[in-house]
């Protein structure tokens, strides 16, 4: 009796450079476009008035740091 297994092989592949380079390539690539939308963020935020930035709570000296505050733990 033959036995048929439809499993890929853990072993070695070919491929698997390329697909770790792809994976790799798209995290750069989703890193750039968060830092994109956060630079555009602090463009926004620097074009509005000081009145505007107060009735939002923020100082003019730490719009970066409100934009960035996830990441750098404020």
Do not use: C
């Amino acid at each position: 009796m033959a036995h048929i297994s439809t499993q890929p092989s853990a072993g070695f592949s070919i491929l698997r450079p390329f697909v770790a380079f792809g994976h790799g390539f798209m995290a750069w690539m989703e890193r750039v476009a968060v830092a994109n939308s956060r630079i555009d963020e602090i463009r926004r935020l620097q074009s509005l008035s000081d009145e505007d930035l107060a009735k939002r709570g923020i100082d003019r000296d730490h719009i970066v740091y409100y934009v960035f505050a996830d990441r750098i733990g404020i």
